[in-house]
């Protein structure tokens, strides 16, 4: 793997290679301690807020024994009227091995990659536009495999804001590969027909029935123009209590708004698999770094 941009462009055993190599990072590499392996070095550059992906890719970084920078947009040469381009082909000379992008704007990264922009750099997307987030998704395919074994017929209900969320397209791309049947539910001002292998319920409590996962979203409020609703959402598809079916497991991309997508008193009895989504994130990005640089060519 030279550049990893979206779900789409990984084969179904290259996301198995990523998967076993997680499981033997989660059994033998604990957090907290550092274990040296690789010499390269990994640029961080976020665009966007973020907090588990961008300290995740972090901590996998240090514990490959990569170095690792982070950029600060705010304080770059950006700010003084640099492209991006120019940016990247300049960490490469300064001897960067891997960029960890996240961008606002949908096909960056792809373009990035095709027009050869990142130069002798490899590029990771860490999450752009509403298009994709395919690490967030790796880990919760991880996630699930640990927890339901096989997804091969499971029912993952993803509620909430579907149209503006990288999340759910990753996730739908990757899970319906590999035979979970996705029943999306959500208004319909947070449908988004164009996509594909889903099925669509807005009545959150026929949705949720038999569920064996159950995904809240955040709602996306930095991409949406309109007014939400909230008051009518929060009726009508919270996640709660009431609605969550016992046998199923409550997960969610984070950063949870409590009260508004899930409720605080689900969250606070039910939430311990999100608390590890972030955790499996950390072997999950290892695996993707660690087959990353592999391919890198210095
Ligand atoms: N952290 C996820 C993302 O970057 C989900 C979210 O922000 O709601 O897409």
Known sequence: MKHLIDIKSLKNDEILEIIELAKYY????????????QKGSVALLFFENSTRTRFSFEMASRKLGFDVFNFEAQKSSILKGEGFFDTLNN??????????????????????????????L?????????????TQAL???YTLNKHLGTLEGKKIVIVGDIVHSRVAKSNIELLSRFGAQ?????????????????????????ALKDADAVMGLRIQKERIE???PYAQYIADYQINEKNMPDSA??????????????????????????????????????????????????
């Open 26 to 37: 989660e059994k033998n590499v604990p957090l907290g301690t550092q274990k040296k392996k």
């Open 91 to 120: 960490l490469n000379a300064i001897g960067c091995d891997i960029a960890v992008i996240r961008h606002s704007r949908e096909g960056f990264i792809e373009e990035l990659a095709q027009k050869n922009y990142s130069y002798g």
């Open 122 to 134: 490899s590029l990771i997307n860490a999450g752009e536009g509403k298009s994709a987030h395919p």
């Open 139 to 141: 880990l919760d395919f």
């Open 182 to 206: 996705v029943v999306c539910c959500s208004p319909d001002y947070f449908e988004d027909w164009t996509l594909e292998h889903i099925k669509y319920e807005p009545n959150i409590n026929i």
């Open 226 to 228: 309109n007014n939400v």
């Open 249 to 298: 497991i409550l997960m969610h991309p984070g950063p949870v708004n409590r009260d508004v997508e899930i409720s605080s008193t689900l969250l606070d009895t039910k939430g311990e698999i999100i608390i590890e989504q972030p955790r499996n994130g950390v072997f999950v990005r290892m695996a993707v770094l660690d087959l990353i640089f592999e391919g890198v060519q210095r």
